[in-house]
């Protein structure tokens, strides 16, 4: 499955290392991460050296070619409600929003509160959580 990964680039980067843990899970079990780069220490200055005009092309056709768009959400960011948004509204296609049940007071409603019907979201405090919903999950979407 083709995945395009959400994690916050400019924002809070505190769950960096689940946001790591959950690509490398995805990729080890044969899954196609198209957006790899964000869970990298140089993310930042990687997307900056593209350019705004570049990036935001480049993350459009990633949306549109991925099969499901799967997110940490934690440390939500402008960007991350703009492509859970865009993914939901232009689309059939799922999506799944992770935060750590501890961040909940930080993140804005209108993702914790997201009722659309293509969308889970889920709180979770370890990293096994999130595996666990993601191995059921994507048993259930490649039926």
Known sequence: MTIYFGFTV???RSSLDSARCIVAWLESQGHQVLTRHLVEDDARDKDRSLGP???FERDMRWLDAADI???EVSGSSFGLGFEAGYVLGSSNRRAILFYRAESAGK???LITGNTHPN???VPY???EEVTAFL????KIETC
Do not use: H, K, P, W
């Open 125 to 127: 405090r370890t990293v």
């Open 107 to 109: 993140i804005s409603l």
């Open 135 to 138: 191995d059921n999950a994507l």
């Open 69 to 71: 768009f799967i997110a």
């Open 10 to 12: 400019a924002g809070d």
């Open 119 to 121: 969308c889970a979201v």
């Open 53 to 55: 005009r570049e990036v």
